[in-house]
């Protein structure tokens, strides 16, 4: 605190009262009731019984959605919706790196092989597919691999498909479209990393005869960790809390975490026991990156950067 | 020589994955276009119908989407109102403080971006109404406002984009500028307002369109903030989930549009600054000429490309697809008689002794052993879609067979629905 009332009385000296006022109340009120009221608020929220239905605050506090999530309605334990939890995060990661794939070459291949026009049109290029509504994007998967889409349609006249395939209850259609979608949020961070390397250093090593595979594992890789790990994270936490794109592509059969707190939230009204499922996500989605933080020796800050 | 020929390849191999990498980019968006003006209308490419343009009235006359429309242009004016201001103090905070409160500030202003949408959604409306019901507001008022929940909400995290636009560009303020300032004896409010500010300009005008755009984008937080009210992607949201049309991709189609229409403006006034501040243009010809300044001035460009896509819209609002329709739906109903024909010309080969009434359909049949046969009569037609194995006998007098179960997509719900889906326009 002290050292903030400092920065703020540098601030005053520099550029006045008013903004060293407008600064500090700005963020007070940005940190304070926009980000961590809020947050207790749906803790609390959570921790209430069914007494707090439609937002109500019931009697005393419980742990019983937190139970309800793990053991069920009779307690012999709640298979279902820990498995969706576990296969939320499992798809996620693979999202992720089948991002971190595909989009390593090209955030390279923007910063060190691409020139002039030829770049700016890429940059270009990337930018306009984001522009799309999300909704729309998952719309366009829908098109391609609905059961009467476009590769169905085409495989069965062409003649390489007996039958049409069920894309979008194999949720083939939702993993391309959430890979999709975040691929501009991947190519950043890792072309930032990657462009600060001199490209001296690569022509020495091929001087030196290394191979490509031992360039980009031994040079441009370490370069681009920090990267990959920023990118890596949004794209992990964006998955793991998409909506739209689960509720227009997943199968029947198949649910998202997120969809079962809608569900809880806004389907069956019951206020506590979705905040509670919102909670479970939202601490198993930190914990886990912070855990990949740790194993992969990447500090926080250099999220977003 | 082995260095260079690795280099060649190294530069076919980025082109060839380059090449690969935009068309999955692209191949959605383009695939999305193509079926805005097919008038199948189930958005596909492959029977291709008719050419139109009525998905795009379709789309106008939606009144959901519409309204949704001018919500959203609310909560989006009010989210940059909020979020830019507070991304601005967010940034400078950070430029000022300590190293180490620095990145714990960091670390809090930046959670709102990586906390999935829906944990955002739900502890705003939470909050909110925990608050108004402390402050004994009736269930009408402003924190139990859709509006006003989701500008709440969304300025949560849309600030932090902002603030990170400010961050990238207060990195190369140089602080000296305000120091000689204050020497010249300006006062302090001074050298923000004409040093810092419009040293900031161009941040200021790329985080407010930035936090626009996601604002106007977002579902995730908005979905549970938005209460009762729809905003416009929010109605996007429920049209596409209860199922889909083609007027869908005539949105998607305007959007491209005018992203394109943004894009390349914006190429051309970065290309004529960068060669005016390298000195090119006073060089070159082509600015040296009045009429070669105006030609590739950003505002002619822009007037163009406005002027390209209002005569598109213009001849496509006169472009009547009716006609064509009209042929698809005769040529459906030529191919339905025929195979109608074949059909009873194949059930009196068959079952020749009873005398089978086979149209109208018996008084006591349930009109199963109608559809019966035509799921069997379209077999052999050799038709992609086949229907789900109805009874194949023919016999009109089928007391087992079930009704088709109305559900259950590929079964002929009617007779006409099984033999239109079976049934492929030559062309497609």
């Known amino acids: 605190m002290s050292a903030l009332a400092a920065g703020l009385k540098g601030f005053a000296g520099r550029y006045g009262p008013g903004v060293a006022l407008f600064v500090g109340i700005a963020v007070t009120v940005w940190v304070v009731l926009l980000i961590t009221l809020p947050q207790l608020a749906m803790i609390d929220i959570s921790l209430r019984g069914s007494g707090a239905l439609h937002g109500g605050t019931g009697a005393g506090h419980t742990l019983s959605n937190y139970a309800y999530f793990l053991f069920g309605p009779n307690g012999q334990g709640n298979l279902f919706d820990v498995a969706i939890l576990l296969r939320t995060i499992v798809a996620a990661v693979a999202v992720t790196l089948i991002d971190v794939v595909i989009c390593y070459p090209v955030a390279y291949i923007l910063a060190h092989v691409a020139s002039g026009v030829g770049a700016r049109l890429m940059v270009l290029g990337l930018i306009v597919p984001f522009w799309i509504n999300e909704i729309l994007r998952a719309f366009a998967f829908r098109i391609i691999f609905g059961s009467t889409g476009l590769i169905n349609g085409l495989g069965t006249s062409l003649g390489f498909l007996a039958h049409p395939v069920d894309f979008i209850g194999a949720d083939v259609a939702l993993y391309s479209s959430l890979a999709y979608s975040y691929i501009l949020l991947m190519i950043f961070p890792i072309y930032n990393a990657v462009e600060a390397l001199d490209r001296n250093q690569i022509e020495a090593a091929r001087d030196m005869g290394a191979s490509w595979p031992r360039i980009h594992w031994r040079i441009v890789l370490p370069v681009a960790k920090p990267g990959i790990a920023s990118g890596a994270t949004i794209v992990f936490m964006l998955t793991a809390g998409a909506l739209a794109a689960p509720q227009i592509l997943g199968g029947p059969s198949s649910l998202w975490f997120t969809q079962l707190v809608y569900q809880w939230f806004n389907e069956a009204g019951n206020w506590p026991r979705g905040a509670a499922y919102a909670t479970v996500l939202l601490v198993t989605c930190l914990g886990f990156v912070l855990l990949m933080m740790k194993v992969f020796r990447v500090p926080i800050g250099a999220i977003g950067r | 020589m082995s260095a260079a020929s690795a280099g060649g390849g190294g530069r076919w191999a980025s082109t060839g994955y380059g090449a690969l990498f935009y068309l999955f980019l692209f191949g959605p968006l383009l695939i999305m276009t193509g079926t805005a003006f097919n008038s199948s209308s189930f958005p596909r490419l492959s029977p291709w119908e008719c050419f139109t343009t009525d998905w795009f009235g379709v789309l106008l006359n939606d009144r959901r989407l519409m309204d949704g429309l001018w919500t959203s242009a609310g909560i989006g004016l009010g989210v940059v109102l909020i979020a830019v201001p507070m991304g601005l103090a967010g940034a400078l905070a950070l430029s000022e403080i300590a190293p180490r409160l620095r990145a714990a500030l960091y670390t809090v202003l930046i959670t709102p971006v990586l906390v999935p949408g829906v944990v955002l959604g739900i502890s705003t409306i939470v909050f909110w109404g925990q608050v108004g019901r402390a402050l004994g507001m009736p269930t009408t008022g402003l924190f139990f406002d859709g509006v006003f929940l989701t500008i709440a909400g969304q300025v949560t995290f849309v600030s932090a984009y902002a603030m990170l636009i400010f961050s990238a560009r207060l990195q190369r303020f140089d602080p000296t500028l305000t120091e000689a300032a204050l020497d010249l004896g300006a006062s302090p409010g001074q050298a923000f307002r ?15 369109f930035l936090t626009l755009l996601a604002s106007f984008e977002n579902y995730n937080t908005t979905v549970f903030t938005i209460l009762a009210d729809a905003t416009f992607t929010t109605a996007l949201a429920s049209k596409v989930r209860y199922g889909i049309d083609p007027s869908l991709s005539a949105l998607a189609v305007i959007i491209i549009a005018l992203t394109l229409i943004g894009a390349i403006t914006h190429e051309a006034v970065m290309r004529r600054r960068a060669a005016i501040l390298s000195g090119r243009a006073a060089r070159s010809r082509l600015y040296g000429h009045p009429a070669g300044r105006l030609a590739v001035h950003p505002a002619t460009i822009l007037a163009l490309l406005v002027a390209l896509a209002g005569l598109a819209v213009w001849q496509g609002s006169r472009y009547d697809s009716s006609a064509c329709r009209a042929g698809v739906l005769e040529e459906r109903r030529a191919l339905q008689e025929k195979l109608m024909q074949e059909q009873r010309a194949r059930m009196r080969q068959t079952a020749p002794a ?36 109805t009874p194949a006998a023919p016999s009109p007098a089928a007391p087992g067979s079930p009704p088709p179960a109305p559900g259950s997509n590929p079964a002929p719900a009617t007779p006409f629905g099984g033999a239109f889906q079976g049934i492929r326009p030559p062309g497609g």
């Open chain 2, 354 to 389: 009873p005398a089978v009434p086979t149209e109208p359909p018996a008084p006591g049949g349930n009109g199963s052993g109608f559809g019966g046969a035509f799921g069997s009569g379209l077999r052999p037609g050799g038709s992609s879609a086949a229907p789900a194995p």
């Open chain 2, 194 to 208: 004409k040093i810092l500010l419009p040293f900031l300009r161009p941040a200021i005008a790329s985080a407010a």
